[in-house]
């Protein structure tokens, strides 16, 4: 079966993750992703 490379990316993220990260570097992690989505969102609803 083949694999989008999306998909590939997205396995290979978590396995590396899983191996690097603890659960309190994740949630750090996470919570920062959040906060610059949050703002993404923000300066495109300000440019429409």
Known sequence: ???TFK???L???QIVG???LN???VC???KRTRFRFKL???HSSDLS
Do not use: I, R
Request: a positive charge.
């Open 28 to 30: 750090k992690v996470s």
């Open 7 to 9: 998909e590939w990316v």
């Open 23 to 25: 659960t309190s570097q």
């Open 18 to 20: 899983n191996l690097k």
């Open 40 to 42: 993404l969102k923000g």
């Open 11 to 13: 396995a290979n993220n």
């Open 1 to 3: 079966m083949q694999h």
